[in-house]
């Protein structure tokens, strides 16, 4: 029998049509503040979160991503025609989604700490995931090309010292909506001991 730890990281799946019913946000601050005993190996934790919970801010969120597909060409090699559906795609996804959490983690420009920044901050978004798993909040866990953009950070007055690594977009599951689970590749195709390193 699975423990509940077990069950909640194997039943997690990625949400990407949640319901637009709206989530206390008091809900999501509980969820960030447990989410952020994810380890770390900097002074500080490195994570820091912006979030978009009402239509101005989503409204403005979405204006950033597309500012930053304009400024970056993102789009260029598509028609007039496949540019508006896409538009209409991300107008559609972003309005409707309660909530949305743009994460940013420390940048220090040294190999070694950049990557425990986002280790550490990668750990602390799968904690999101599964604490929202939990209580029925799905989440998708977006790096759009936007979040490489400096003026798409500069407009959420992320300094320079930080870097984006991702967006989270949460919303309560709706069950038609749970895609099947990918399947994971079985442990041998990824496991190996290492008599076996020596050997080959
Ligand atoms: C670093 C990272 C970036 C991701 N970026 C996107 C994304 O831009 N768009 C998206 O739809 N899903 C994104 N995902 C979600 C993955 O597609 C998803 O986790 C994967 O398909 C496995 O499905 P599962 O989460 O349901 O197990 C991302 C996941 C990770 C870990």
Redesign the pocket.
């Known amino acids: 029998m699975m423990s509940d730890l077990e069950t909640i990281i194997t039943s997690r799946?990625?949400i990407?049509k949640p319901k637009n019913d709206p989530i206390d946000l008091a809900n999501i601050y509980d969820i960030l503040e447990k989410a952020a005993y994810a380890p770390y190996h900097s002074r500080v934790e490195p994570w820091s979160v912006t979030i978009a919970s009402t239509r101005e801010e989503h409204r403005y969120f979405l204006k950033c991503v597309f500012e930053s597909y304009e400024r970056n060409h993102i789009l260029a090699s598509y028609s007039e025609e496949r540019i508006k559906q896409i538009k209409e795609a991300y107008k559609e996804v972003i309005l409707n989604t309660p909530v949305s959490l743009i994460v940013a983690t420390d940048v220090f420009q040294d190999d070694k700490k950049d990557l425990e920044s986002i280790c550490a901050t990668s750990t602390f978004i799968q904690n999101i995931q599964l604490l929202a798993w939990e209580r029925n909040i799905g989440a998708?866990?977006?790096?759009?090309p936007a979040i490489f953009d400096d003026q798409f950070r500069e407009a959420f007055f992320i300094p320079e010292t930080k870097r984006i690594i991702?967006s989270v977009h949460l919303g309560y599951v709706e069950p038609e909506n749970i895609?099947e689970?990918?399947p994971r590749r079985p442990l041998h195709e990824w496991v190996k001991p290492v008599i076996e390193t020596i050997k080959t």
Do not use: F, H
């Open positions: 799946r990625t990407r998708v866990w977006r790096t759009s991702g895609p689970p990918k």
